[in-house]
């Protein structure tokens, strides 16, 4: 048996974006962060990683770029989790609001200052 | 056998206005006995004033919503034997004001539930005159949440609701999708815009409590997922 199938008009808000943003950023995770694990402490191993394996990995665009959107998307992820704990103790409308820009302030400046220092690069011969 | 009730008191009219807990030893306590009947014993032979919500006493009116051992059920459902323990503690539910020993302000919890527009809203005259009909698919497609008792066991479980009251809450959720998903009502998109809030379907982080505590045993979960489905897609099915 099946039931009638209904359309109304679809709504569009912050809280839509932002709940949909949740999903969407997880589902972008999983690859990110399991091909992240299984190189770095499965096949490299952590005790192998120094500054010249940073060097030599991020002298390759691809990997770059990888890591601004791991960093991007597990930060945007986590912040957006913040953002939706913190209603429970910001009350008003207008406390939610200055936090959720505050937080939005600190996504962009993490995320910001993180690829800039990836697109840097690592330089183990200024360290010795 | 022998059971220890501790129950919460709160009575300023008696000048108890400092929250504390009563015990009272009860002695050849059926293990069949409900925790209703137990609190009845309370009044009956040892303390008079105890007040708390019953009605029906039989899982039907939802009056009697209270915590016992930490969780929230009907006292009038609640077998001694289920809980284990000779010792049971009964609190009032949290995150409604308590008026008095078990007995919490409603109102808020109400307010929520009309926010929503739990009642039918169709202006069209049926084809007959007389009646809308629907098909048996389409009837079952809500039948759950249509056994709600408007309790408020799950929305004072549902940790979300207490920190912020004005979070709708999931009975109000469960009653909006009894009537979203009737296929004779009309307004589905206007609960829909409701629920689409700061304080709607969305602050739901699935924690799952409001399920567990549903006497009734409706997907509450479920339900509060079908309506964000619902406002993120569009489609009612």
């Given at each position: 048996?099946?039931?009638t199938?209904?359309?109304i008009?679809?709504?569009?808000?912050f809280?839509?974006?932002?709940?949909?943003?949740?999903?969407?950023?997880?589902?972008?995770?999983?690859?990110?962060?399991?091909i992240?694990?299984?190189?770095?402490?499965?096949?490299?191993?952590?005790?192998?990683?120094?500054?010249?394996?940073v060097?030599?990995?991020?002298?390759?665009?691809?990997?770059?770029?990888?890591d601004?959107?791991?960093?991007?998307f597990?930060?945007?992820?986590?912040?957006?989790g913040?953002?939706?704990?913190?209603?429970?103790?910001?009350?008003s409308e207008k406390?939610?609001?200055?936090?959720?820009?505050?937080l939005?302030?600190?996504?962009?400046l993490?995320?910001?200052?993180?690829a800039?220092?990836?697109i840097a690069?690592a330089?183990?011969?200024?360290?010795? | 056998?022998?059971?220890?009730?501790?129950?919460f008191?709160?009575?300023?009219?008696?000048g108890?206005?400092?929250?504390?807990?009563d015990?009272?030893?009860?002695?050849?306590?059926?293990?069949?006995?409900?925790?209703?009947?137990?609190?009845?014993?309370?009044?009956d032979?040892?303390?008079g004033?105890?007040?708390?919500?019953?009605?029906?006493?039989?899982?039907?009116?939802?009056?009697?919503?209270?915590?016992i051992?930490?969780?929230?059920?009907?006292?009038?459902?609640?077998?001694?034997?289920?809980?284990?323990?000779?010792?049971?503690?009964?609190e009032?539910?949290?995150?409604l004001?308590v008026?008095?020993?078990l007995?919490?302000?409603?109102?808020?919890?109400?307010?929520?539930?009309?926010?929503v527009?739990?009642?039918?809203i169709?202006?069209?005259?049926?084809?007959?005159?007389?009646?809308?009909?629907q098909?048996?698919?389409?009837?079952?497609?809500?039948?759950?949440t249509?056994?709600?008792?408007?309790?408020?066991?799950?929305?004072?479980?549902?940790?979300?609701f207490?920190?912020?009251?004005?979070?709708?809450?999931?009975?109000?959720?469960?009653?909006?999708?009894?009537?979203?998903?009737?296929?004779?009502?009309?307004?589905?998109?206007?609960r829909?815009?409701?629920?689409?809030?700061?304080?709607?379907?969305?602050?739901?982080?699935?924690?799952?409590?409001?399920?567990?505590a549903?006497?009734?045993?409706?997907?509450?979960?479920q339900?509060?997922?079908?309506?964000?489905?619902?406002?993120v897609?569009?489609?009612?099915?």
């Open positions: 048996m099946t039931t199938v209904r359309k008009k679809k709504q569009s808000n809280e839509i974006t932002s709940w949909k943003w949740m999903r969407y950023s997880a589902v972008a995770l999983l690859p990110l962060v399991w992240h694990v299984l190189i770095k402490d499965v096949i490299v191993g952590v005790h192998n990683i120094d500054t010249f394996y060097r030599d990995i991020w002298a390759i665009w691809g990997w770059k770029v990888y601004i959107l791991l960093l991007a597990t930060f945007a992820h986590g912040v957006n913040l953002r939706n704990v913190s209603m429970d103790f910001f009350h406390a939610r609001k200055i936090v959720d820009w505050g939005i302030v600190l996504w962009v993490v995320s910001g200052i993180g800039l220092a990836i690069g330089r183990p011969e200024m360290l010795v | 056998m022998d059971i220890s009730l501790k129950v008191r709160y009575n300023p009219e008696a108890r206005t400092k929250p504390a807990y015990t009272y030893l009860l002695n050849g306590v059926d293990p069949t006995d409900r925790i209703l009947d137990l609190l009845e014993e309370v009044k032979y040892h303390d004033t105890l007040s708390f919500r019953r009605s029906c006493a039989h899982g039907v009116c939802g009056s009697d919503a209270m915590r051992n930490g969780v929230n059920r009907l006292a009038c459902k609640a077998l001694v034997q289920d809980l284990n323990s000779n010792s049971i503690t009964v009032p539910i949290l995150g004001k008026i008095k020993d007995i919490v302000d409603m109102k808020p919890f109400f307010d929520s539930y009309k926010s527009m739990p009642f039918m169709n202006d069209d005259i049926p084809e007959d005159g007389k009646e809308r009909l098909s048996i698919a389409d009837r079952e497609r809500f039948d759950d249509t056994k709600c008792i408007l309790c408020a066991a799950c929305t004072t479980s549902c940790p979300t207490w920190s912020d009251d004005k979070y709708v809450g999931p009975a109000a959720i469960v009653n909006a999708h009894r009537f979203i998903f009737d296929t004779r009502d009309q307004a589905a998109e206007e829909l815009n409701i629920l689409n809030d700061e304080s709607g379907v969305f602050r739901c982080r699935t924690a799952f409590n409001c399920t567990e549903c006497p009734r045993e409706i997907h509450v979960t339900a509060v997922a079908e309506v964000k489905q619902a406002i897609s569009g489609v009612i099915k």
